[in-house]
């Protein structure tokens, strides 16, 4: 299998980064984080693009940062939580050991609140979480090797409940 060793989806907020760089360690391999990508090509946040252009260019800016990175990277691999609505994406996570973290409405607007750098939940956190769950929810779990629950856990069991989840061994 070439391209990242993992690659994380699911969510905002459900904790891909810090389980991402988790799992890296663990494994003994890099991080990368396909939201970082764009905020350093673009040299702006990713709800300033929102504002500036539009949803739809910032989906074809991370459609272009995910292809890169499943090309250019072999470790630890976090995508934006729209990544996957594009169905090119998806086609290109075929075959890659994909987790997906999931959490409940509850849970995810405890985390996210109202976060302005989250522009698809800038007006009612709770009613657009679920929204965008209920369109999203299926894509991530035919997209996923593997799904984790992440409500009510730790990174670090969260971390582990990966790992074993993708019979992943430690380095």
């Not at 907020?13 to 003994?28: F, P």
């Not at 086609?91 to 607007?109: H, I, P």
């Not at 939940?121 to 090797?145: C, D, F, G, I, S």
Request: net charge negative; glycine share 8%.
């Amino acid at each position: 299998m070439s391209g990242p060793l993992v690659v994380l989806v699911g969510p905002m907020g459900v904790g891909k980064s810090t389980v991402g760089q988790l799992l890296a360690e663990r494994l003994g391999v890099s991080y990368r984080d396909t939201d970082d990508d764009i905020v350093a090509e673009q040299g702006r946040t990713i709800a300033e693009i929102f504002v500036d252009e539009g949803e739809a260019a910032f989906r074809a800016i991370e459609k272009a940062a995910v292809r890169r990175a499943l090309v250019e990277h072999d470790g630890v691999l976090a995508l934006g939580g729209g990544a996957i609505l594009d169905a090119d994406t998806r086609a290109l996570l075929a075959g890659q050991r994909v987790a997906y973290l999931s959490m409940d409405v509850e849970e995810a607007v405890k985390r996210t609140g109202l976060n302005a750098a989250r522009p698809l939940l800038a007006v009612n956190p709770r009613k657009q979480w679920r929204e965008l769950m209920e369109a999203r929810r299926h894509l991530y779990e035919e997209t996923a090797t593997a799904v984790v629950a992440t409500d009510g856990r730790t990174p670090e069991e969260v971390t582990e409940a990966a790992l074993d989840a993708l019979e992943l061994k430690e380095a």
